[in-house]
């Protein structure tokens, strides 16, 4: 029996899913995490053949107990995952120190973490990225803005979404950014990209072949939405853009990506802009070696008829997988901010699209910030149903 250590397999909420149908396929599943196991939903405890809890994940040596005492159990450990960005990092260097060859390494952290080392193999794959800048000091800043102009966006040159990330619009946004960033936070700067965000989204198999492809789209801006406290919209496409398939196949050559769920993210133009492109076309933003966030795995199920769970499970105990892909839909989510007067409130929005809902729920504070507080899933078999259903969730008195 092969063995599968799912790291933290109970946030987010749905990934008990994952364990469920690794469990379906005869994998021993050993969960590793910090919430205690009489609070784990039934449904993960019955998936999992050991939990093993720490007091803390962050903390590397509990999590490598954790991992030694699973390998003098039960022996060699085939995969270890945690389908999460936030601890990629951490999942790499335990992968490299129990030799677990089914996964990323330590080494090759520098071109899936960083966005700066990111930008090397968008180049052998052919697709066009921003410029540039390392943020170290204020005089080489202004050199850089001196090229590309304002607006640019700060980020952290390995961070999670769009957590400390800030659009600068003149020199003083950049002087009081320089005053106050953290100083142990290495920051990466880029020129303004007019765009909306793209994405592909796919299970690789073990020769680096696409089992499954799907794309989503998010209109608005993801570090708006989190600076200005916004509501928070994005929908998976009915239909997969050939010119999204073709950068994310060639993304997923450049980057050597085999027996993963990725979700690589692009910008398309929405304007032209010159060293970068016309209106519509593709520009790299970020490769994720992980799902996207949330209940996006959900909605793809919602917008295909499929089960992404059972796909990814099916790579990882037979490196392929014969679930079918059935009719398609777009998939809406609206997340609703807290302290909006809305004109239709939850009564009135669930009387009029109660037949098109697929999920309603409060998001949980980690990822609210990011995506609302109160979510909507619906499905619509046009896109003007849904960009009507838009206008009704978001409209503010």
Sequence with gaps: MKNFIF????????????????????????????????????????????????????????????????????????????????????????????????????????RIKYKSGMKEYYARAGIPAARYHLVEDMEGCRAFIAKVGYPVVVKPDNGVGAANTYKLKCDEDLVRFMADRPADVPYIMEEFVHAEVNSYDAIIGAEGEPLFET?????????DIVNELDNSIYYIVKELPEDTRAAGRAAIKSFGVKNRFVHFEFFRLTQDQPGLGKKGQIVALEVNMRPCGGFTPDMINYAHSTDVY???????AFGKSTMPVGEHAYCAFAGRRDGKNFVLDHNALMEKYGQNMRMVDRMPDALALAMGNQIYVTTFATREQMDAFYADVLACR
């Excluded at 007091?55 to 390998?71: G, H, S, T, W």
């Excluded at 059972?310 to 990882?316: E, Q, R, T, V």
């Design 7 to 110: 790291i933290s397999p109970n946030f987010p909420t749905n990934y008990w899913q994952f364990c469920k149908e690794l469990k379906a396929n005869g994998l021993r599943v050993l969960g590793i995490g910090d919430q205690p196991y009489d609070e784990l939903r039934s449904e993960l405890k019955d998936s999992l053949h050991e939990y093993y809890k720490v007091d803390n994940l962050e903390n590397y040596d509990q999590v490598y107990r954790a991992v030694a005492f699973f390998i003098f159990k039960y022996g060699r450990i085939d995969w270890l995952e945690s389908n999460n960005e936030y601890w990629l990092t951490q999942d790499a260097r335990l992968r490299t120190d129990f030799n677990i060859k089914s996964g990323f390494q330590e080494s090759d952290l520098h």
């Design 215 to 223: 794309g989503n789209v998010t209109p608005m801006s993801i570090m």
């Design 310 to 316: 059972k796909i990814w499970a099916d790579m990882i």
